[in-house]
């Protein structure tokens, strides 16, 4: 078996772990700075643009995206460590490449599923990083852990489709730049196959009867350079029929095409999350003393760093074996590991930032490092694009039916 990564691949991880350390780095208290003079904190920091400019200058833009029409044309396998790399600055780095959530997704959904005309309105100013966009698919009013359970409407009207419903968790949604919605309602609520019923379509946020209500935050936070989470109305917001994307009926299959990738890609970069945390807590470990040692000394700290590299290096096994398959045999061949990673993952990561957090006492839950955020984002992840449970259920299933 051949661990090494490709030549290719290397060359991008050489070029992308500098862009990282001369400008990403650097550029997080700047950003940070700059944010509270905005007049807006979903304003962007000008840094951010700058960032944008230097990585696609650099050539490290769009590596997400495997068709080469339209991105790197990486394959997951390549892909993956360098999402790794920019997931130990996620505040920062994914936005800087045109890698960020769910601008990766709803390009992905565009790329494999619009038409030409679609493509060349919404696809190709993501794809430059122009314009940011939003997936409008959870709910507040129902369990959105089962997307059959979605309630928001998708009606025909002659030559226009009416959408009506409230959407929450909205992710990019606050950013003034975002300019249009993927929403997924029900077009044949009735319908005798309740994966048929949704339908997925764009929706442009300045369409009359589209309200975004509030920001949500997360654990306190409300993710400005995310884009934010919103809280979303859609009442009565007509859009044309040529706004369909794919077929009516087809929203359930084209949800979960975009949350294949997704997940993996989260994955990813909660192994970068937890190399920073890893590197956080060893240079606290041997920059502070306590009872007349450092804390690298203690035996618990030990413990603590040892456990967490172990844990590392099986997750990343995992991610990339994952990638592989995505690779050779489609996402549907791959279906166990991804929801395997989709498990594993972040749940490890949160106890090894947990654990950095604790050795850094009271500067861990604290702005001045960056543990508590990434805690925050790392935990959330056990609930988003699928909570730990379902994908629990789903695998379990599948062990099971072998012995039946």
Known sequence: MDFAYDAHTEELRARLLAFMDEYVYPAEQVAHEQRARLASPWETPRVVEDLKAEARRQGLWNLFLPDAEHGAGLTNLQYAPLAEITGRSPQLAPTATNCAAPDTGNMEVLAQFADETQKKQWLQPLLAGEIRSAFAMTEPD??????????????????EYVVTGRKWYISGAMNPDCRIFIVMGKTDPDGEDIRRQQSMVLVPRDTPGVTVDRAMQVFGYEDHYHGGHAEVTFDHARVPVSNLIGEEGGGFAIAQARLGPGRIHHCMRLIGMAERAIELMCRRAVSRDAFGKTLAQQGVVHNWIADARVTVEQLRLLVLKTAWLMDTVGNR??????????IATPRAVVDIIDRAIQLHGAGGVSQDFPLAELYAGARTLMIADGPDEVHQRSLARREIKKYL
């Open 333 to 342: 061949g791959a279906h166990t590991e991804i929801q395997a990673i989709k």
């Open 142 to 159: 129902v369990a959105s852990s089962d997307a059959t359970n979605i309630t928001t409407r998708i009606e025909r009207d002659g030559d």
